[in-house]
């Protein structure tokens, strides 16, 4: 049994817009949010997808809602569900926190001043380690707690997919990232994936997950 899923991250927020940590936290679509919810539909149009899901994100299931107000190959009758396996990461203690400020905190006892600085030195899966470390409730996710959470969104989508499935999944840019350094850490995830940008993952008859490509949005690319 093989399958794809398209991860699409969500449409900006005012978080996003404000250079705000968002994880856990939830914040409205701005105006061109909804825009790249439609963007990203129109792209997706003409894939008949067998599943919708979102994680249990406001933002994530308004994007996945404008996606499919755009598709004409899928079932009429085709809802989407929450999936909160793939929720974004959960940043504890640094949730609605300035992006700038947070990451420094984080990162000096290690040298770094950036997200960047911190995955390029060590590592995306040492940044959520980092991260809970540093939190003072501990509420934040280590990386042993992330792909816990992840790995049984994972394992319900194999329950659930047939052979030949397209499945729309509509998630967060961190966990994009994750997930690419995780089955391509030769891709450079220094790069963001952008506010209704797809990324494509193939699961192969054995259970293996290949990435397909990342942080594609150009209206002129193949889906």
């Not at 705000?20 to 439609?38: A, N, R, Y």
């Not at 911190?118 to 409730?137: G, H, L, N, Q, W």
């Not at 969104?153 to 999944?169: H, N, P, R, T, V």
């Not at 995780?182 to 054995?206: L, W, Y």
Request: with cysteine; charged share 25%.
């Amino acid at each position: 049994m093989a399958y794809s899923i398209y991860f699409v991250r969500h449409g900006q927020t005012y978080l996003n817009r404000y250079n705000k940590i968002q994880g856990w936290c939830d914040s409205p679509l701005t105006p061109k949010g909804i825009e790249d919810g439609h963007q990203a539909g129109k792209r997706l149009a003409h894939l008949n997808f067998a599943h919708a899901f979102h994680s249990d994100t406001n933002r994530a299931a308004r994007t996945c809602r404008y996606i499919l107000e755009e598709n004409v190959a899928s079932s009429e009758d085709l809802t989407p569900k929450a999936l909160p396996s793939f929720r974004e990461q959960n940043f504890g203690y640094f949730e609605g926190s300035d992006t700038s400020q947070a990451w420094l905190m984080i990162g000096a006892d290690h040298g770094c001043r950036t997200f960047n600085d911190i995955i390029t030195k060590y590592s995306i899966e040492k940044a959520r380690d980092f991260t809970k470390e540093v939190d003072p409730f501990h509420d934040a996710e280590n990386n042993a707690e992330y792909w816990q959470r992840v790995d049984q969104g994972f394992e319900y989508l194999d329950q659930i997919a047939s052979d030949g499935d397209k499945i729309l999944l509509v998630a967060h840019s961190t966990l994009i990232r994750s997930l690419t350094s995780r089955f391509a850490p030769e891709v450079d995830i220094t790069v963001s994936p952008k506010n209704g940008s797809v990324t494509r993952f193939d699961v192969d008859d054995n259970g293996k997950i290949k990435l397909a490509y990342f942080n594609r949005y150009q209206d002129d690319a193949k889906y």
